[in-house]
């Protein structure tokens, strides 16, 4: 290791190394879906899109939110091959590559020690509802590049007077990616941009409210050449329709909890344990943005594992900063959260095998399966209670003698 560094330069070689022989290796035994056989899948709006800009289809019929996430569907569709899936995935796999650089750099601008850079990237990476295996289940989607583009964002922030600006080019192509980017650069606005107005770091507010402006005169635009097939949807009444639902269905709390702890294992319960005594650095710009996916996985869809993983670029940057484990520790929470990442397992086919698919997700697995997911989650709770929770500015009893 260079003294002085974090990583060196063969640290993300190899990581863009393995990422890709992951690609490959996956892409030998995960078959993708057939998505034509479930409507409820989001590919069949995608390829809708990517038809339009390919100039195979005349009429542009997406329905809303698709409607306005042009940038991936008319990037596969600029690409030489012919083959929608393949193109799709080449999208995927240059994205789920370009996020790997900008994690290691940021990991040192964090501090963090070589091992959490790696801990992480392998959680982003691998994890059955990471940037690998999920997406070459159902290869035509928009998700991949939201990686990269909120590393970037991340990045541009904490750097601020070199390259904040930056955000004004950042923001709109994100937004146009997907839509939630807007939200996430309304509350960067006002927390902690308002906070920096009132510390006179001026040029950070406004490069964020500019952002924030020209993401949403391009959506506003895009919502304008290509209107949605489904007159009266928004994101608004999309949210309250999602909300009466969990009113509706209580046991949806039970498996929303389930769901996120899929998504982040023992480290989302460490955090939890100790939330009040959790420190990070660049927390007031890293800590809104882990709020805004914590609201986002309950309330911006039905499928609960998928977006709350969509954020583990901001939540596990910010665990691996924030909680105070020493090296055995981080070893023992990582395996005891291996089962979540289901490494060993691929996805059943959601259009022929809807039921089987169901089973991987606890918000929509039968009560059997959900029992399974419980049984998990109060494990994990229970140990990380147990080892890792923080009491009285020292370890728990049985923590600290396990250092000693």
């Not at 070199?162 to 080019?169: A, G, S, V, Y």
Request: aromatic content about 18%; overall charge positive.
């Amino acid at each position: 290791m260079i003294p002085g560094k974090n990583y060196s330069f063969l640290d993300i070689i190899l990581a863009m190394a393995f990422t890709g022989l992951g690609f490959w290796s996956f892409s030998l035994f995960q078959s993708p879906l057939n998505h034509e056989l479930n409507p409820l899948f989001d590919a069949n709006q995608y390829q809708k899109a990517y038809y339009y800009f390919r100039g195979d289809s005349s009429h542009y019929s997406v329905n809303f939110p698709f409607s306005v996430r042009l940038f991936v569907p008319w990037l596969a569709a600029q690409l030489p091959g012919q083959s929608m899936m393949g193109n799709f995935k080449m999208v995927n796999l240059y994205f789920g590559l370009s996020w790997i650089p900008i994690w290691f750099v940021l990991g040192q601008k964090l501090n963090l020690e070589r091992y959490k850079i790696w801990i992480g990237w392998f959680w982003i990476s691998f994890h059955w509802v990471g940037v690998l295996k999920a997406n070459l289940s159902d290869p035509i989607t928009v998700d991949v590049p939201l990686y990269t583009f909120q590393l970037l964002l991340l990045w541009l922030l904490i750097e601020k007077r070199k390259t904040i600006w930056l955000l004004l080019i950042l923001g709109p192509i994100a937004t146009l990616q997907k839509e939630s980017m807007l939200a996430i650069l309304l509350i960067l606005t006002l927390f902690p941009g308002l906070k920096w107005l009132i510390e006179e770091k001026k040029e950070a507010f406004f490069a964020l409210l500019g952002a924030f402006i020209l993401s949403w005169v391009s959506l506003k635009t895009a919502t304008l050449i290509f209107p949605q097939a489904n007159e009266g949807k928004n994101a608004i009444i999309n949210i309250l329709n999602y909300t009466a639902g969990l009113f509706g269905h209580p046991d949806l709390i039970l498996r929303w909890i389930c769901s996120i702890t899929l998504a982040y294992g023992g480290f989302l319960w460490a955090g939890i344990w100790n939330s009040k005594k959790l420190k990070a650095k660049y927390g007031e710009v890293i800590i809104p943005l882990v709020v805004v996916y914590v609201f986002f996985s309950l309330f911006a869809g039905g499928d609960f594992t998928r977006i709350a993983f969509l954020g583990s670029t901001f939540v596990m940057l910010f665990l691996l900063d924030a909680l105070p484990l020493n090296f055995k520790q981080w070893v023992l929470l990582f395996i005891i959260s291996l089962p979540a990442m289901r490494l060993t397992g691929f996805l059943p086919d959601g259009g022929a095998q809807f039921d089987q698919w169901k089973t991987w997700y606890p918000e929509f697995a039968p009560w059997n399966w959900l029992v399974i997911y419980l049984g998990y989650t109060l494990l994990l709770a229970w140990v990380s209670w147990k080892w890792f929770r923080i009491k009285n500015g020292n370890y728990s009893t049985s923590t600290s003698s396990s250092n000693a």
